[in-house]
């Protein structure tokens, strides 16, 4: 009988041995050292996101000031037309001095004196086509701003997708970091619940295995 609860004893000391092992399981270093990685490469990426969300704001900035510059320009085009216009209509209203000295005006180097009243009538439409050739070099050079304007704005514009493409690429980045985050807590938690079982049965055997060594130790000492 003394050697069945010797071998009792020896089964429930080797068992307690073995659960011993089991010891208090927290978060591990590894699993914190990568949390802590993915935590920073987040808040990284949001400053990213900031920095670009500044930078739209600008390029939008720079657009609203192209825009006015062309509504400007526009409208210049509108009030060459006008001047070229009304200044035709003048012309024809001239009288013979004022339509010399027009001429003079714009080549005082070739004077021209006392024209015929045949010729005129040539003069007034030469004169014209001059106040249409000055209108036509205006609106070119405003029209040519009006493109380089244009170019500038669809730069700008490819300027704001491209750094929405970017922003997009982030916020995925964003997501897959902390998809890995909840992805890495559900198997730690599953690691911790695994763990915490044992403990418990590890309690659990540890408090039936004291009664039994507690049992059996009083048992030896009466059987004296």
Same mark, same amino acid.
């Given at each position: @009988? ?7 004893? %020896?089964?429930?000391?080797? &068992? ?7 010891? $208090? ?10 949390? $802590?990685?993915?935590?920073? %490469? ?9 920095? $670009? ?17 062309? *509504?400007? &320009? ?33 080549? #005082? ?5 006392? #024209? +015929? #009243?045949? &010729? ?6 030469? *004169?014209?086509?001059? !106040? ?27 300027? !704001? ?13 964003? @997501?897959?970091?902390?998809? /890995? ?10 690691? +911790? ?19 039994? /060594? ?6 030896? @000492?009466? &059987?004296?």
């Amino acid at each position: @009988m003394k050697k069945a609860v010797l071998l009792i004893l %020896a089964v429930i000391v080797g &068992a307690y041995i073995i659960f011993d092992k089991i010891s $208090d399981a927290g978060l591990s270093k590894e699993f914190l050292q990568t949390q $802590d990685s993915l935590i920073q %490469a987040v808040d990284s990426m949001k400053l990213d996101l900031v920095q $670009d969300s500044i930078k739209i704001d600008s390029l939008v900035l720079v657009d609203v000031q192209l825009q006015d510059k062309l *509504a400007y &320009a526009k409208s210049h085009v509108k009030t060459v037309t006008k001047y070229v216009d009304s200044s035709k209509t003048a012309i024809d209203n001239y009288n013979e001095q004022e339509l010399i000295s027009s001429f003079n005006t714009r080549y #005082p180097a070739d004077t021209v004196t006392n #024209p +015929l #009243p045949v &010729a005129q009538p040539v003069l007034v439409a030469a *004169a014209k086509d001059l !106040v249409e050739l000055d209108g036509a070099k205006q609106i070119i050079t405003i029209k040519d701003s009006v493109i380089a304007l244009t170019e500038a704005r669809v730069t700008g514009k490819d300027s !704001v997708i491209s750094v929405y493409i970017k922003k997009e690429g982030t916020y995925k980045n964003i @997501m897959f970091n902390q998809d /890995v985050q909840i992805k890495d807590w559900k198997n730690q938690y599953q690691q +911790l619940f695994i763990t915490n079982q044992k403990l418990k049965f590890k309690n659990k055997i540890t408090k039936i295995g004291a009664g039994i /060594v507690v049992g059996g130790l009083v048992y030896l @000492m009466v &059987a004296k």
